[in-house]
């Protein structure tokens, strides 16, 4: 299995950006989907966005879309969330999971179909 570590999390300003890093060991990351997702105080863990094992296909929630942008570099065997305009609702702890899938695999939102996980990066907004 994928171990992953996330990093690139902080404090941050309303309107600000941040790229999130999520470096994949152990074995190849590009035989693996990829998402990101985020857990609130409070609050349960949500889904934030998810690519697809080369690249070139994703989704996003629709409270990050435009503002967030997910991408990997399977050569660094990294993926990485992007964020800009980050408001205080976006203040979570992030998490990125990996699911291994074949290369045709339709993406998912769905927490459960991710079998490898990090232990998260804090990202709190102030406003």
């Known amino acids: 299995q994928v171990q992953l570590a996330e990093s690139g999390g902080g404090l941050v300003q309303a309107g600000d950006s941040l790229r999130l890093s999520c470096a994949g060991s152990?074995?190849?990351?590009?035989?693996?989907?990829v998402a990101w997702f985020r857990q609130p105080p409070g609050k349960e863990r949500e889904f934030v966005a998810a690519?697809?094992?080369?690249?070139?296909?994703?989704i996003y929630a629709d409270s990050v879309k435009d503002r967030f942008a997910i991408s990997r570099d399977n050569n660094k065997n990294t993926a990485y969330l992007q964020m800009n305009s980050l408001q205080p609702e976006d203040t979570a702890v992030y998490y990125c999971?990996?699911?291994?899938?074949?290369?045709?695999?339709?993406?998912?939102?769905?927490?459960?179909?991710?079998?490898?996980w990090g232990r998260g990066t804090q990202v709190t907004v102030s406003s």
């Open positions: 152990g074995r190849t990351l590009k035989m693996f989907g």
């Open positions: 999971a990996a699911r291994s899938q074949i290369l045709t695999a339709p993406l998912t939102m769905e927490d459960r179909e991710y079998s490898a």
């Open positions: 690519i697809s094992r080369g690249g070139g296909n994703a």
